[in-house]
T-cell receptor
């Protein structure tokens, strides 16, 4: 089993839809969880950061962590075409205290 | 603010050639990283550094070398380029590890023919 698995996508939704992006993981030592957003031909940027279990909300974005199920989610409400990007989950500390990234999912929001 | 700056943005190499990808950050971060990103494969850590003069291997170090002579600069050297090194390379820095936010450059797109 891979340490971090992310839904492969791609995902296409109409503008205004609620989007759910998910990752599962196998390492119970992971304590902090991040979502990075990467626009085409750009570097990733941190979108959400959560420590341990629970929810965190920032505007239209909600990050959810369920450590008992080893499952994290990113919800996007009222999705906009500007949300079209690749979303990568990341978590740690892993081996050598480094972050482990999911493979990323490409989201397209249709006007 | 410049943040993390990578050069070149694009490069085509012939098999067996060597080159250096440059990375500079102006945030006085101690921690710096090199990742490669292949389509559908996420980010793989090549090398990292916890401060000037200290470097260590990541998941996929073969075929690469790094040095860290200053806090600001973290160049990645490709020796004897191979088609398997065709990828997009990202440099990143962080003020805190392992919990800190990573700040990424815009990437260097390398093709080896």
């Amino acid at each position: 089993q891979k340490e971090v698995e992310q839904d492969p996508g791609p995902l296409s939704v109409p503008e205004g839809a609620i989007v759910s992006l998910n990752c599962t993981y196998s390492n119970s030592a992971f304590q902090y969880f991040m979502w990075y957003r990467q626009y085409s031909r750009k570097g990733p940027e941190l979108l959400m950061y959560t420590y341990s279990s629970g929810n965190k909300e920032d505007g239209r974005f909600t990050a959810q962590v369920d450590k008992s199920s080893k499952y994290i989610s990113l919800f996007i409400r009222d999705s906009q075409p500007s949300d079209s990007a690749t979303y990568l989950c990341a978590m740690g500390p892993g081996a050598n205290s480094k972050l482990t990234f999911g493979k990323g999912i490409t989201l397209s929001v249709r006007p | 603010n410049a943040g993390v700056t990578q050069t070149p943005k694009f490069r085509i190499l012939k098999i067996g050639q060597s080159m250096t990808l440059q990375c500079t950050q102006d945030m006085n971060h101690n921690y710096m990283y090199w990742y490669r990103q292949d389509p559908g494969m996420g980010l793989k850590l090549i090398y990292y550094s916890v401060g000037a003069g200290i470097t260590d291997k990541g998941e996929v170090p073969n075929g690469y070398n790094v040095s860290r002579s200053t806090t600001e600069d973290f160049p990645l050297r490709l020796e004897l380029a191979a088609p398997s090194q065709t990828s997009v390379y990202f440099c990143a820095s962080s003020s805190i590890a392992p919990t800190g936010e990573l700040f990424f450059g815009e990437g260097s797109r390398l093709t080896v023919l």
